[in-house]
């Protein structure tokens, strides 16, 4: 192939749309000759002096010295029947990204790359906490050495080499298409095509099948129906129906153990609330007399942390960003977490739910309106004589800079129960990997069993409980996990277990890896009251003031 090696970068513009429509306001296109057909736009951005010069206070003299310019040129090609967006410097800067295919550059990248030749990829695990991350390698390599979790990350990158070379010697994509190919000016149209023809192949299922289980939602229109989804449940729920499939989750790991209280903001809410849950949101929405529930409501409310006195001490949030729902749109589910909207493919979905209904149930007494984890876990102490309580009885194993939690509860019939309140998945995650990680070190850590058993001494000492000095075997000996049956449970409203998917996929992941440890699993659906306001007032003329003043300042 004649010429040199060139760098581009493509977008596919959506059916139906022309080159106009992919711009920003104020970029004008051109005909250009070079290409029949195709449209040209360049400019130069900037002309003035950066904005690093006011704070050295330079002089005007000094900073005429000193511009920020940068060039960018936009072509618009034709070919296969479809437009494609060919951007140069900061030619991206200037398109509509709505207006584009999402994920062509990747599925071209996924059809056309060598497999065992990847070099990065950008991950995304959705949670109320996303974690997002990009690896690379120094080296061609395959997928496993990037840690992708198949049923949990969302690829949102790729870069690798192909196995066809005259198609590229590099590619790399995301929404956009980046791609090393030796051709000239005259070879545009081809590339594009060619770019085409590669994203309309299925190639990718062979060796990244999985891509396709749990897709971020960027389509406009799509988030707009699903949004409208989310504002008719909570509509609902404020009238009185059933929120079965709502909850609230902090959208960043939070430290269950803070002393910090809570309350609503954006309505003139006085109420304060021990932790974050909807049905303290819906008591707050009912005491300011919210008949009705709107997508105002759902963008413009947030949650404050707050002192005794209900004043701001830590951080807020949106309603919109904490609230964790699934719904279901043409037979198809989508997953609201931290903000974002996720499709689940059907038999992933399917799979898990199955998983989650047919697990083993283990009962526990029911929680009390307004007990956490930590109140809940010293009255069973005190109630439950077959049950030795180690919550906060730390261990450090073998080797280790951290120590771990063996469990909340030790059965006298060989279970280790852990507990969690609320449904949140930062605190879920750390439950499942609670009893995984406790698992592994009671097979392997001969002195840390010996330092569990001290706990349990000391503990029997003091509640006058006996029979559980022996459960643990000593180091030396064998311990037998095929003995044990490692519990979850899980502090909740509601009359049935519901947990989000990425945490229903996330106990899965838990209960496999317990299995080939040997150990059998449970799971214990704790029940607990609705929440209700820990401080209440009546809102006076000067709090309504005071509050307006407030979220002006919020806003």
């Known amino acids: 192939m004649k010429g040199n090696t060139q760098k581009l970068s493509i977008r596919l513009l959506k059916h139906g749309l022309a080159p106009k429509d992919g711009l920003r306001d104020g970029v004008e296109l051109d005909a250009w000759d070079k290409l029949e057909g195709a449209l040209i736009a360049l400019e130069t951005m900037g002309g003035n002096p950066p904005k690093w010069s006011k704070f050295l206070e330079l002089s005007d003299e000094q900073k005429k010295k000193l511009y920020n310019n940068t060039a960018y040129g ?8 479809r437009w494609f967006a060919v951007s140069f410097g900061m030619g991206h800067v ?21 497999p065992n030749q990847l070099k990065s990829a950008d991950v995304r695990t959705p949670d109320e906490n996303t974690l997002s991350r990009r690896s690379q390698t120094s080296r061609g390599s395959d997928q496993t050495a990037f840690l992708i979790d198949v049923e949990r990350d969302i690829v949102r990158g790729l870069a690798g080499t192909p196995k066809d070379k005259t198609f590229a010697s590099r590619v790399a994509g995301t929404d956009a298409l980046s791609m090393d190919r030796k051709m000239t000016v005259a070879d545009l149209s081809t590339a594009c095509a060619e ?15 999985w891509i396709d289980q749990i897709k971020h939602v960027r389509e406009n229109e799509l988030i707009e129906k699903l949004n409208a989804e989310a504002v008719a449940c909570i509509d609902g729920a404020v009238k009185g129906g059933d929120p079965e499939g709502l909850h609230l989750a902090f959208p960043v790991i939070y430290d269950p153990e803070k002393s910090n209280q809570l309350r609503y903001k954006g309505f003139r809410s006085s109420q304060i609330y021990p932790d974050l849950d909807l049905s303290g949101y819906l008591e707050a929405l009912q005491e300011r007399g919210k008949t009705d529930y709107g997508l105002d409501d759902f963008n413009g409310h947030t949650v ?45 979905a399917k799979q898990v739910q199955e998983f989650f209904d047919k697990l083993d149930r283990y009962d526990l007494p029911e929680a009390k309106a307004e007990e956490n984890e930590q109140k809940y876990n010293a009255r069973l102490k005190i109630e439950e004589p077959d049950l030795l309580c180690l919550d906060a009885q730390l261990v450090k194993p073998t080797g280790s800079a951290t120590t771990i939690e063996i469990c909340d509860f030790l059965s006298k019939d060989n279970r280790l129960i852990h ?37 349990v001494g000391v503990i029997q000492a003091e509640t006058g409980q006996t029979g559980f000095e022996t459960i643990i075997c000593a180091d030396g000996e064998d311990f037998r996990p095929q003995d044990f049956t490692v519990v979850y449970a899980v502090i909740g409203t509601g009359d049935s277990p519901k947990l989000p998917f990425f945490s229903m996929i996330t106990l899965r992941q838990a209960a496999r890896e317990l299995k080939a440890l040997g150990y059998s699993y449970e799971f214990a659906w704790i029940k607990k009251p609705a929440a209700v306001g820990v401080k209440k007032k009546k809102a006076t003329k000067s709090d309504e003031v005071s509050e307006v003043i407030e979220e002006t300042l919020d806003a």
Not at 306 to 325: A, H, N, T
Not at 434 to 439: A, E, F, N, R, Y
Request: aromatic share 10%; charged share 35%; glycine share 8%.
């Open 419 to 455: 507990v969690k309140d609320k449904t949140s998945s930062s605190r879920l995650s750390h439950l499942f990997n609670q009893g995984t990680v406790s698992g592994r070190v009671l097979i392997l850590d001969g002195p840390c069993r010996d330092k569990t058993r001290e706990k």
């Open 94 to 114: 200037k398109l509509d990204p709505a207006k584009f295919e999402q994920d062509f550059g990747l599925r071209v990248v996924l059809n056309s790359v060598d």
């Open 74 to 81: 936009l072509v618009f090609v034709q070919a296969a029947g």
């Open 195 to 209: 770019a085409y023809s590669v994203y309309q192949k299925e190639d990718y299922k062979e060796h990244f099948a």
């Open 304 to 348: 404050h942390e707050v002192d005794d006195e209900g004043r701001d001490c830590g951080g807020k949030w949106k309603i919109s960003e904490c609230l964790v729902c699934e719904v279901e749109i043409d037979g198809r589910t989508y997953v609201l977490s931290g903000g974002r909207w996720y499709e689940v493919e059907s038999d992933l």
